[in-house]
């Protein structure tokens, strides 16, 4: 059995044939127009997936990043107040030195306790140091201000009380890998009784009485409490390093993981360009052909 065909059935078929053309062009001039081989998921679905895991691993790496600059701009200012603190305890312990000597008289001791007491002021001011708002050395408490003074009469500091907590602050820096960037006041100055020696110095400076032995003891606790901050020091010294390598490594792997996604979603312009060529010459192609089949109408007569 034979089918008739029509005017209407070649004329429709044309049409079909120039539209298909068309939008072969208009596919591949969008490429070209966003350097994307794939601009939504149904011209590669196997590649979408892939540019999409790809993308969110580069999101992922990218917050691993970003921990870890915020992590190293912390912890370079608490080592800083670190080291504030140490410089100022051993000036301290000059003084305790210098105090203990047998041929230093009362009123030496009262001048030298004058200076310890400016000094303690200092310990004071930089364990309560901020950085933009928080308060690094008040544990999670961050915006608690972590340590307050009782004043006497006089309104010399009397005694020290600890307000902030204990707990660590953690920065994730890597797929199950984080990073401590505080140091609670609580374990590094309250709980080696450091404001409390330092009073106790003060006040033996003071006294009528000085007892050297009491002093020495007293010097002996301060050396067990300034070593700690000398050890604190080493460690985030330690720990700025670790994190300069992890930063360096993370940002190789930002660039490694751009050049994936690149390689699997960026058009190959010069092939596109090709293409388009062709495309044009087959539209033409499909034009002339199409003003040889469809018949002229009544109106192209008269004309």
Same mark, same amino acid.
């Given at each position: ?13 044309? +049409?079909? *044939? $120039?539209?298909?053309? !068309?939008? %072969?062009?208009? #596919?591949?001039?969008?490429?070209? &127009? ?47 107040? +670190?080291? *504030? $603190?140490?410089?100022? !305890?051993? %000036?301290?312990? #000059?003084?305790?030195?210098?105090? &203990? ?124 409490a300034t070593d700690a901050v000398l050890t604190e020091i080493t460690s985030f010294g330690a720990k700025t390093n670790r994190l300069e390598l992890t930063s360096q ?14 390689y699997t979603e960026d058009a190959d312009v010069a092939s596109l360009i090709m293409d388009l060529k062709n495309q044009e010459n087959i539209l033409q192609s499909s ?17």
């Amino acid at each position: 059995m034979s089918f008739r065909i029509t005017q209407e059935s070649m004329s429709r078929t044309t +049409l079909s *044939n $120039i539209n298909l053309n !068309l939008k %072969k062009m208009q #596919e591949i001039q969008e490429k070209l &127009s966003s350097g994307k081989r794939i601009n939504r998921p149904s011209d590669d679905p196997s590649g979408a997936r892939k540019v999409l895991g790809l993308k969110t691993e580069e999101l992922k790496y990218q917050q691993f990043s970003g921990n870890t600059e915020i992590a190293k701009e912390r912890m370079n200012y608490t080592f800083n107040s +670190l080291e *504030n $603190i140490q410089e100022i !305890l051993s %000036k301290i312990k #000059e003084l305790g030195i210098q105090a &203990s000597n047998d041929t230093v008289g009362q009123s030496e001791r009262e001048i030298i306790a004058r200076e310890l007491d400016e000094l303690l002021e200092s310990v004071l001011q930089f364990t309560n140091t901020d950085n933009d708002g928080r308060y690094i050395f008040a544990g999670t408490k961050t915006s608690t201000i972590p340590f307050s003074a009782t004043r006497d009469s006089l309104g010399r500091i009397s005694s020290v009380t600890y307000d902030g907590n204990n707990e660590e602050i953690n920065y994730q820096i890597g797929p199950n890998t984080y990073i401590q960037i505080n140091i609670p006041g609580g374990t590094i100055f309250q709980d080696r009784g450091l404001f409390s020696t330092l009073i106790s110095m003060r006040d033996a400076l003071e006294s009528s009485t000085f007892d050297s032995s009491v002093f020495l003891n007293l010097r002996n606790t301060l050396d067990v409490a300034t070593d700690a901050v000398l050890t604190e020091i080493t460690s985030f010294g330690a720990k700025t390093n670790r994190l300069e390598l992890t930063s360096q490594s993370l940002e190789n792997l930002r660039i490694t993981l751009k050049e994936l996604i690149s390689y699997t979603e960026d058009a190959d312009v010069a092939s596109l360009i090709m293409d388009l060529k062709n495309q044009e010459n087959i539209l033409q192609s499909s034009l002339e052909t199409g003003a040889r089949i469809i018949q002229p109408t009544l109106l192209d007569f008269l004309k």
